[in-house]
């Protein structure tokens, strides 16, 4: 049964972006990520972190305490509030077994994202994967279930259409800022070399904006995309020394507090009095919220995104009723094989037992009688014996997997 796959999640559903932000791991936490795994005795989990989500995919054939999500908050964030926990830990939905794995493939389908249909989900699952498989954090039932995960969103976009007139994120911060910034002159500031900032950046690149400078803590990749947008390229710390002036400032980092405070802001502004675009796609913000009152600024963020998102969604909508019937038919179908899978991991030291009767027989039970055949007649005795292996083999195997399939 499916009863082992769990989940623990926070969206943007029943939390904002800014709590939802309080949840996320930085990069290179995987030893936090072990401790949580040894920490609740799950046998795997991988944990995802999106511009609108935190997922803790899990299994375990242990019973999950339905007070779990608060002590997974606890342990994440200990300096936040006895209240805050208890905020944060009521927010968060459980799912199991079934319900869980129909979660999952949903969210790979862009069927709960912020902007339904939006394909950018598939890449961040595949690399969430890679980064906790090389942490140790995953094993054989969660590989089963991200490779028929990918599967299942592929047909789910070939077969509906409800990645059709899709606008990530990304192109609706683009599309607020040219609002304000449409010179193609405008001086861009761009803080952060990460993915979104690059897809952030091909926009720019393809609407023929010039003159952009990149920050970043890694200069080699702050180099790569300055080159790619024919601009400059600076390390972060320079950022707060910057004195060129700006028109529109995109901010994009890892970090989980305020990159560009009020006072580095004062200072990028050299005395302009003028109106500037801020656009913080950052989770949490990584722009200090107090410019906003204190300045006057055009200012982007993923949480003001959410209504214009909402204008898209009616064509997407309509194809989410065929997605769902496919995740239905693809859950079948998903029981199927991972029942399969158990009765290979169950039976996968027959090969090697039958095996070992076979030389045994042939070199010790019957050794003096089959020394004793001429060179053809061992020849005909080994290849029969090979293929007595594998039907001895075959026969439990099949037997059990279509048992596995009746059920």
């Avoid at 339904?116 to 089963?144: C, F, K, P, S």
């Avoid at 910034?181 to 070399?193: C, E, K, P, T, Y």
């Avoid at 075959?394 to 059990?400: E, F, R």
Wanted: hydrophobic letters at 40%; glycine letters at 6%; one cysteine or more.
């Amino acid at each position: 049964m499916l009863d082992g796959y769990h989940i623990l999640t926070l969206t943007h559903r029943n939390a904002t972006l800014e709590t939802i932000g309080k949840l996320v791991v930085e990069d290179g936490a995987s030893p936090l990520l072990n401790g949580l795994k040894d920490r609740f005795d799950w046998e795997e989990m991988l944990y995802l972190a999106t511009c609108n989500r935190v997922v803790f995919l899990f299994y375990s054939r242990q019973d999950v305490a339905e007070n779990i999500a608060y002590e997974l908050v606890s342990n994440i964030r200990p300096d936040l509030s006895a209240g805050e926990i208890e905020t944060i830990g009521g927010q968060m939905r459980l799912l199991h077994g079934a319900d869980a794995v129909r979660h999952w493939l949903e969210v790979a389908a862009s069927m709960d994202s912020l902007v339904i249909g939006e394909r950018e989900i598939i890449r961040q699952l595949r690399e969430a994967y890679d980064r906790n498989h090389e942490a140790g954090l995953t094993g054989d039932h969660l590989r089963l279930l991200m490779r028929f995960t990918i599967e299942t969103a592929k047909e789910i976009y070939s077969r509906t259409a409800i990645g059709q007139k899709a606008v990530s994120v990304v192109a609706l911060a683009f599309a607020a800022m040219q609002n304000t910034a449409a010179d193609r002159n405008s001086r861009i500031l761009l803080v952060g070399a990460g993915q979104t900032n690059t897809l952030f950046a091909k926009f720019l690149a393809k609407s023929g904006y010039k003159n952009i400078t990149v920050f970043n803590r890694t200069l080699k990749n702050a180099q790569t995309l300055a080159a790619a947008l024919q601009g400059r390229a600076m390390p972060l710390d320079a950022l707060q020394h910057y004195s060129e002036g700006f028109d529109c400032l995109v901010v994009c980092t890892g970090a989980t507090q305020a990159v560009v405070t009020t006072d580095m802001y004062q200072h990028l502004l050299q005395g302009s009095t003028s109106k500037k675009v801020v656009v913080d796609l950052s989770v949490p913000n990584n722009v200090d919220k107090r410019i906003v009152s204190d300045f006057p600024v055009q200012f982007i963020e993923i949480e003001g995104l959410k209504t214009i998102a909402g204008e898209n969604l009616a064509h997407r909508e309509k194809e989410r009723q065929k997605a769902e019937a496919i995740i239905t038919e693809r859950l079948n179908t998903f029981r199927g094989q991972w029942h399969e899978r158990q009765v290979e991991r169950a039976l996968s030291h027959i090969p090697d037992e039958v095996r070992a009767v076979k030389e045994k027989a042939i070199y010790q039970v019957y050794s003096k009688q089959f020394a004793k055949l001429d060179p053809q007649a061992q020849s005909l005795v080994l290849e029969m014996m090979g293929y007595m292996e594998k039907k001895c083999v075959a026969i439990p195997i099949k037997t059990m997997k279509g048992m596995a399939k009746r059920e």
